[in-house]
Nanobody, 114 residues
């Protein structure tokens, strides 16, 4: 069964940076459109960035210019570099395949606070 394991979250001050990692098993991330999502308690999960098999990456307006999604095919891992973090970026972050969702992992908590 496909598993996705997110890591790299933590507590960071406003303006700081974090890099999240998403390691996949049983599927090659290079073969799929992969996305990073986030969810705040009581709200719907939202897609914040995605990287297709080809073509340009995509970002939600709220993170454009601050977040960068990338992929390391050799490590079968997708990353989310988050810079200039704001309090409103606080959430649990998940990764998944955009068009063929598999069971969600545990996610990684990102807390932006002074």
């Amino acid at each position: 069964q496909v598993q996705l394991v997110e890591s790299g979250g933590g507590l960071v001050q406003p303006g700081g940076s974090l890099r999240l990692s998403c390691a996949a098993s049983e599927r090659y991330v290079s073969d799929y459109h992969v996305g990073w999502y986030r969810q705040v308690a009581g709200k719907q999960r939202e897609l914040v960035a995605s990287i297709p098999r080809c073509c340009s990456t995509n970002y939600a307006d709220s993170v454009k210019g601050r977040f960068t999604i990338s992929r390391d095919n050799a490590k079968n891992t997708v990353y989310l570099q988050m810079n200039s973090l704001k309090a409103e970026d606080t959430a649990v972050y998940y990764c998944n395949f955009v068009a063929s969702v598999v069971p969600w992992g545990q996610g990684t908590q990102v807390t932006v606070s002074s």
